[in-house]
């Protein structure tokens, strides 16, 4: 190898170390890597700042502004609450969450759906006091299996098509990758749902960290009647075992129930008071088949783009008060949801509690509220929470509305996914159902520059001739053993490349190699195609190789060893799989 490519593999094996061992954020390395790359000569500028200007890291920043309204809409939590269904085991839960996801990602492109189930996975999760690290990792790889079923279910599979075109071949049939990938899609769940509670260690999030200890709210919600929970039991409905929030008691009519029993039926029009983290209690808004106690306040807000704040009480006018005597919601435009008190329990109505110095009130207001008040002496400190508010059934179907759009319209490519992705986070916020501000904070800025600065680290992997070099030594090995082996390399080196660069980056470096491999051998170059094709989609040895798997590394609280742990024995499934199928329905 060149000097320039000895340089290359060992700034990436010093990247991988830092990322395997945490030393710095994953943004960072990615990006330090990059600029040492560019700094001692092996890229150019343009080289190394080339993912900035690439689709990849807007179609993820809109997605994940698409991905907060679903959210918000609160139109997967029902989705996933249904896969869930009423078991506990973590293995049948995934089971019955797997299979549906890589199903609907051979149709679907599979950021897109990782991105919208990811929030309701989190949620759901922490209802059932289950750990949500053990879901995303294994929903983020069911959706990578789904997407090798078909032709469209990922972008790679379509840059792949692009290619044969260019090349003079056929392009790749709608179900042409089916024989081989839905086997691979099915052993690969099966896999999943074997060794995920083995091999995959409880993670906590940076949520999680934040929310073990803090202050406790109480919050009336009411039963919504002729609602989802209108004659269900307390244990049925997920409300006797959250995480976080504890449901103290039911008042039904003049008849005040406590303790509450998990057994209990629920009626409509009960109000339930739970106390606990600030959180959790904003989340509690979103529970289809609740409302807040306070909906008519809510309801009377006037404008869009409503957010939760936290309004410390302060030494003006409302200690001594109710919120309904000094006319809280008229006053300051906002609506009290939940009041935490150091060391007491509210017991009373919200609007009948006397407020003192100190308390904290859980609010939901406009934009302007925290500009408005949080100088004034009637409150200590403003300050917002991060949350989404509850959602009326019009932003439901305008949301649902617009996922629609998106996914019809790019995959039946009447828009790019680019353009798409784009036109739907700004249908999201014409449509007010995120606030600009909303959709600033759903965009992960350290995904988005880690993906972005992986396409230096692309560039100079093959400029360099590192990759080039490594992918023909690994196929001048396996070549000896015939056909089968020299497959056998393509498969490796390809493997090796994903985790390096993109899946599409690898897809089109790879591709010459695999054709000129089997006119060197004398084969027939539409199976190596095919593997070249799969293996650069199937990426789950570290969190870099695929989109999906960067979204769900800090939802989860993930390491970056924790993809390796999952992702060696599932790589060598589909390792080991290919080879047995490929030459089955695509002659060597």
């Not at 807007?58 to 959210?71: E, G, P, Y």
Request: hydrophobic share 55%.
């Amino acid at each position: 190898m060149e000097p320039q490519a000895w340089l290359t593999l060992a700034v990436v094996v010093l990247l991988i170390v830092v990322l395997s061992r945490e030393m710095v954020a994953p943004s960072l390395a990615m990006f330090g890597a990059t600029m040492v790359l560019f700094l001692s000569g092996i890229i150019s500028a343009d080289e190394a700042l080339a993912g900035f200007s690439n689709e990849a890291p807007f179609i993820i920043a809109a997605l994940l502004v698409v991905a907060r309204a679903v959210d918000a809409a609160g139109i997967m939590q029902p989705v996933v609450h249904s896969l869930f269904g009423a078991v506990r085991s973590s293995r049948a839960l995934l089971a019955r969450l797997l299979f549906p996801l890589a199903g609907l990602s051979a149709f679907l492109n599979n950021t897109t759906i990782v991105a919208m189930s990811a929030p309701a996975v989190i949620e759901i999760s922490a209802r059932r006091q289950l750990p949500a690290s053990r879901f995303l990792l294994p929903v983020s790889y069911a959706a990578v299996l789904g997407g090798v079923i078909t032709a469209i279910g990922t972008s790679t599979n379509l840059t792949v098509s692009g290619l044969l075109t260019e090349a003079g071949m056929d392009p790749l049939a709608l179900f042409e990758l089916t024989p081989v990938g839905l086997p691979i899609a099915a052993a690969g769940c099966v896999l999943l749902v074997v060794i995920t509670g083995w091999l995959l260690p409880v993670r906590e999030s940076a949520r999680d960290d934040l929310g073990t200890a803090g202050r406790d709210f109480t919050v009336t919600m009411r039963v919504s009647a002729g609602g989802v929970l209108d004659g269900v039991t307390v244990e049925r409905a997920g409300l006797r075992s959250l995480q976080g929030v504890f449901l103290v008691e039911i008042q039904r009519g003049e008849r005040v129930i406590a303790p509450v029993a998990p057994d209990e039926l629920l009626e409509g029009d009960d109000l339930l008071t739970f106390v606990g983290r600030v959180d959790q209690i904003v989340d509690l808004q979103r529970i289809r088949g609740l409302e807040s106690s306070e909906t008519r306040q809510i309801d009377a807000l006037a404008g869009g783009g409503h957010a939760f704040y936290e309004a410390v009480v302060g030494a003006n006018e409302l200690p001594g008060t109710t919120l309904k005597e000094i006319g809280f919601r008229a006053r300051y435009g906002a609506a009290v949801l939940a009041i935490h008190r150091a060391g007491l329990r509210i017991d009373a109505k919200l609007g009948d509690v006397r407020l003192r110095f100190g308390d904290t009130l859980l609010v939901l207001a406009d934009a302007s509220f925290r500009d408005r008040w949080r100088d004034h002496r009637d409150f200590l400190v403003v300050a917002p929470v991060r949350g989404l508010p509850p959602r009326g059934t019009r932003h439901v179907w305008i949301v649902a509305a617009i996922g629609i759009g998106f996914i019809v319209a790019t995959a039946s490519g009447l828009l790019p996914i680019l353009q798409g992705s784009i036109l739907a986070a700004l249908l999201v916020l014409a449509t007010r159902t995120l606030t600009v501000r909303q959709a600033r904070d759903a965009i992960d800025l350290n995904l988005v520059v880690m993906i972005a600065a992986a396409f230096g680290l692309g560039a100079a992997v093959e400029s360099s001739g590192l990759a080039a070099a490594g992918a023909q030594a690994v196929t001048a090995i396996m070549a000896p053993f015939g056909a089968i082996g020299a497959l056998a390399g393509i498969i490796a080196a390809t493997i090796v490349i994903t985790e390096l660069l993109s899946n599409n980056a690898a897809a089109v470096l790879m591709f010459p190699l695999g054709v000129a491999t089997a006119a060197a051998i004398g084969a027939d170059p539409r199976p190596f195609v095919i593997a070249v094709t799969l293996t650069a989609s199937l990426s789950f040895l570290t969190p870099i190789g695929y989109q999906t798997n960067m979204l769900v590394y800090a939802l989860g609280g993930y390491r970056f060893t924790d993809f390796t742990l999952i992702g060696a024995p599932l790589t060598a499934l589909c390792f080991v799989l290919q080879l047995i199928l490929i030459p089955i329905f695509f002659p060597l």
